[in-house]
């Protein structure tokens, strides 16, 4: 079964405003990582946050992690058009060697 | 450097028949995966391998077979395909695990089944 759960299902947003995305998750992790799919490819991989680690940055890309809550938001700030894509968080729960994913969050930003 | 490539890239099939899908990468990683991608379901891992010669089950694993004979190459099967295979398949792979372990996919190969 998927572990990590985003929210919003679905999120569109005016160019220049902020794009904010959650996740929850149900187990202990090492990690949790981002991705972004346009439509009709593969996954790119974001950013990846440590259980150790409370927020990272990337660019225009600002990531938190809440291991209390089990929880982690992805915020894009300044959209682009060209931010338009799906947006899954991945779990990499403790010992394992694989990755759960999530639904995603599709995204839109209008010009 | 090509990275993950996926082989074919769309193929239509009939109930009943086999098929194979490639995935290869050229960067050298250990851990090799294979996704579904079915509308509102997000990637369910079908099986992985941590290793040449090595293959294990993921979270939806029948109807597949698999087989890691080289280190760069992950050959999906189908032996029998059924409607509910109609998917878009991702491979992904990665340097390994722990800390480090984000993966790299492949384009994606679309399958439908009649």
């Known amino acids: 079964s998927q572990q990590g759960e985003e929210d919003p299902q679905a999120l569109s947003i005016q160019e220049g405003e902020n794009a904010t995305m959650n996740c929850s998750y149900k187990?202990?992790?090492?990690?949790l990582q981002w991705y972004r799919q346009n439509s009709g490819r593969g996954l790119v991989h974001l950013i990846l946050?440590?259980?150790?680690?409370r927020e990272k940055h990337s660019g225009r890309l600002r990531v938190t992690l809440d291991t209390s809550k089990k929880s982690s938001s992805l915020l894009i700030t300044a959209s682009r058009a060209a931010d338009t894509a799906s947006y899954f968080c991945?779990?990499?729960?403790?010992?394992?060697?694989?990755?759960?994913f999530g639904k995603g969050t599709m995204l839109l930003v209008s010009p | 450097n090509a990275g993950v490539t996926q082989t074919p890239k769309f193929r239509v099939l009939k109930t009943g028949q086999s098929m194979t899908l490639l995935c290869a990468q050229d960067?050298?990683?250990?851990?090799m995966y294979w996704y579904r991608q079915d509308p509102g379901m997000g990637l369910r891992l079908i099986h992985y391998?941590?290793?040449?010669?090595?293959?294990a089950k993921g979270e939806v694993p029948d109807g597949y077979n698999v087989s890691r004979l080289k280190k760069q190459n992950f050959l999906l099967g189908l032996e029998s395909a059924a409607p509910s295979q109609t998917s878009v398949y991702f491979c992904?792979?990665?340097?390994?695990?722990?800390?480090?372990?984000?993966?790299?996919f492949g384009p994606g190969t679309r399958l439908t089944v009649l």
């Open positions: 187990t202990s992790i090492n990690n």
């Open positions: 391998s941590v290793g040449e010669g090595t293959t």
């Open positions: 991945a779990t990499a729960p403790s010992g394992y060697s694989t990755l759960t």
């Open positions: 946050i440590r259980s150790n680690e």
């Open positions: 992904a792979s990665t340097t390994g695990t722990g800390l480090k372990n984000e993966q790299f």
């Open positions: 960067m050298n990683h250990e851990y």
